[in-house]
């Protein structure tokens, strides 16, 4: 895929609303594009990778195991344009669940190591933006949780 087409779908995805497309260039540059095929696992609950990823064109499964055994139950199902992996490329903790794709499905892998080195102003212009999509991110997950909270009383 040349680079034309690609920016057209980073274009299309809200976690890059803000992006410039001199950064969306820089992006394509050091990130990952994968497809996964239905049923296909990304990675398992417990594993360590300071990696996150975004959902281009698909939809991705997310299973924790329920306890003893091999049962897992699904928790949510995320959709393009969605995000997901950031607690770990913050913190380095193992994943707390599994990712698995419903349908083929395409994704943009960013890795912390590359994201986190160089100085060049363009890279700190997108990582100050990744890092404040993070933020309204997780505040809203926050507020989410919260909320849940108050009607289990």
Known sequence: ???DKKIQILKKIPFLKSFTEAEMEFLIGIAKWLKLEPGEIL????TVEMAFYIILKG???VQKKTGV????KTLSTL???MCFGEMSFILGKPRSADIVSNEETYILKIEAETL???EEPQLRSIQYKIYKTF???LAERLLEADQELVRSF
């Open 69 to 72: 055994g091999s049962l897992k």
């Open 1 to 3: 895929m040349d680079q």
């Open 59 to 61: 939809h991705v499964s």
């Open 79 to 81: 959709n393009a344009g």
């Open 116 to 118: 986190n080195k160089g």
């Open 135 to 137: 933020s309204e991110i």
């Open 43 to 46: 990675f398992k609950e417990g």
